[in-house]
């Protein structure tokens, strides 16, 4: 089993910062792409910034220079460093791993594909 688990959401004014974090726990072999994602009142779930294993990005165009997307491998974790915030990134913002694990009981090999519980972020003066 693999499961993440997110932190970081607060209010916060127009113009402020927060940086977000979502951990990742189990059996885990490998994890190929960690994305961040919001979902505001009344609208779809979208991708805000993923990175792959081996660096590579990719931001939502509404977030490009004010977002910044990391990761640390050996504590598998992703982090969202958000700036500049303005009331339309307010949202519950998700995190997503896909990757591989082990079936410890057995040992065998599987993907995962799995989402954090969600962080409030509000911003608002």
């Known amino acids: 089993q693999v499961w993440l688990v997110e932190s970081g959401g607060d209010l916060v004014q127009p113009g402020g910062s927060l940086r977000l974090s979502c951990a990742a726990s189990g059996s885990i072999t490998t994890i190929n792409v960690m994305g961040w994602y919001r979902q505001a009142p009344g609208k779809q779930r979208e991708l805000v910034a993923s990175i792959t294993n081996d660096g590579t990005t990719n931001y939502t165009d509404s977030v490009k220079g004010r977002f910044t997307i990391s990761s640390d491998s050996a504590k598998k974790t992703a982090y969202l460093q958000m700036n500049n915030l303005n009331p339309d990134d307010t949202a519950v913002y998700y995190c997503?791993?896909?990757?591989?694990?082990?079936?410890?009981?057995?040992?065998?090999?599987?993907?995962?594909?799995?989402w954090g519980q969600g962080t409030q972020v509000t911003v608002s003066s």
């Open positions: 997503n791993f896909r990757g591989r694990f082990v079936i410890m009981a057995v040992l065998v090999g599987h993907d995962f594909d799995v």
